[in-house]
């Protein structure tokens, strides 16, 4: 069973910057993809990033596009979210999840989920 622990998040001003880090305990070689959704109360859950295991392939949300980028320690099956240029409607519970999915977009397709670390951006 894998199990997927965040960290990283917390309060930061305008323009900052967070790392957030996604640890996959006990993955499967079939669990191919690692997303970082983002969720605020009230709204769907939103795609912020994905990264694939084997080939590394990236794949970013139109809002947070050249300001965050995804990438992976495989020998530490942990994938990060460096999140640059902060902005306040960035405010949101973000958490990170697995599975082989048709389409890394859909939060739906995604089988094992964290616990999720807030991130506040404040003006």
């Known amino acids: 069973q894998e199990q997927l622990t965040e960290s990283g998040g917390g309060l930061v001003q305008v323009g900052g910057s967070l790392r957030l880090s996604c640890v996959v305990s006990?993955?499967?070689?079939?669990?191919?993809?690692t997303g970082w959704f983002r969720q605020v109360p009230g709204k769907a859950r939103e795609f912020v990033a994905a990264?694939?295991?084997?080939?590394?392939?990236?794949y970013y949300g139109d809002s947070v596009k050249g300001r965050f980028t995804v990438s992976k320690d495989s020998a530490k099956n942990t994938v990060y979210l460096q999140m640059n240029n902060l902005r306040p409607e960035d405010t949101a519970a973000y958490s990170c999840?697995?599975?082989?999915?048709?389409?890394?977009?859909?939060?739906?397709?995604?089988?094992?989920w964290g616990q999720g670390t807030q991130v506040t951006v404040s003006s």
């Open positions: 999840a697995t599975g082989i999915v048709r389409s890394i977009y859909d939060a739906d397709q995604y089988e094992h």
């Open positions: 006990g993955r499967k070689i079939s669990s191919d993809v």
């Open positions: 990264i694939t295991w084997i080939l590394g392939g990236k």
